[in-house]
């Protein structure tokens, strides 16, 4: 639970610096973007992964290119199931995506898959892990 919320503060981290970047996504208060990122995160959850499946073949011939366009129908859907939250049109909810995958890829190296914050290595140190013959590398 606490990853989730943890990522959905990262998203709702997002989805402000794009109503600060890109014209046309506002908010009504800081409560609707708090939700905004929490539905955001559940659509991402259930129904992102249905509609990547359907669209696999566009997907394979646009080279991936066409996840930009779910992305951004994910965020219009929030904007359509949420009062409060406006997107003015798709190229706005497209870049909107754009600035939540680049703020959620930018903080993803500092959590770990259970949800936790994890320091920073020290860049002078080398960790050496034995491998499975034996030797360290």
């Given amino acids: 639970m606490t990853g989730f919320l ?3 503060a990262i998203v709702a981290l997002g989805l402000w610096l794009a109503s600060m970047i890109v014209p046309g996504v506002t908010f009504a208060s800081p409560g609707v973007l708090v939700a905004a990122a929490l539905l955001l995160g559940f659509i991402n959850a259930f129904i992102r992964p249905i509609l990547v499946i359907l669209t696999f073949p ?6 991936g290119l066409f ?3 779910i992305n951004g129908l994910m965020v219009e859907l929030v904007a359509h199931l949420l009062p409060g939250f406006t997107v003015n049109g798709f190229w706005a909810a497209l870049f909107t ?3 939540v995958s680049l ?6 190296k500092y959590i ?5 914050v994890e320091p920073m290595p020290d860049p002078r140190t080398i960790e050496l892990r034995r491998g499975p013959d034996g030797r360290y590398g």
């Fill in 103 to 108: 703020t959620s890829w930018a903080t993803s």
């Fill in 97 to 99: 995506s754009i600035v």
């Fill in 58 to 63: 566009i997907t394979i011939v646009t080279l």
């Fill in 6 to 8: 943890l990522r959905a």
């Fill in 67 to 69: 996840l930009l366009i």
């Fill in 112 to 116: 770990n898959a259970q949800g936790r």
